[in-house]
């Protein structure tokens, strides 16, 4: 048997107090803060996805609704095979650059790049770096 964390136990240490948290993050700025921090995430997906929508070589996989965008580096000449390839190696080329962190997912059979967006410091140019970055690395790979 391990020894208990005590930080994970409400103040009788019987039951989780996981929610301590954001108790805290709520008690210290406030639900309108928060909430607004969560609108300006909403605009920049929206704002994301309609600088995927205006380059011919992004594709915008699903509606954007909240904070998640999903996209993909097109070529009309390449299979979905060969996309989904090249795409899974964007995603690892942000990762190991420190450009962004995004996921993969994969909707309709088809695989594409998860952009979650909760960082309360992004700005809109962080998304301009984000997809000047996937397009360069999809044609890098094209090339290759």
């Known amino acids: 048997m391990r020894n208990p964390w005590f930080c ?9 107090f996981r929610a301590l948290k954001i108790w805290f993050a709520l008690k210290e700025f406030g639900v309108r803060r928060i909430a607004a921090k969560v609108e300006d995430n909403c ?5 994301l996805a309609d600088r ?6 992004l594709e915008l996989c699903a509606p ?4 998640i965008v999903c996209l993909r580096f097109v070529a009309p000449s390449k299979s979905e095979a060969a996309l989904a390839d090249i795409n899974r190696e964007i995603v690892m080329a942000l990762q ?11 909707l309709r059979g088809r ?4 952009v979650n ?23 890098g790979l094209l090339s290759a």
């Open 96 to 106: 190991e650059s420190g450009i962004a962190a995004p996921s993969t997912t994969t």
């Open 52 to 57: 995927v929508e205006a380059h011919p070589e």
């Open 117 to 139: 967006i909760t960082n309360h410091r992004s700005r809109y140019e962080d998304f301009d770096v984000l997809t000047d970055a996937i397009v360069e690395s999809g044609r």
């Open 8 to 16: 994970e136990y409400g103040p009788e240490l019987s039951r989780g």
């Open 64 to 67: 954007v609704s909240l904070n």
């Open 111 to 114: 695989l594409a790049i998860r």
């Open 43 to 47: 605009r920049q997906a929206r704002y």
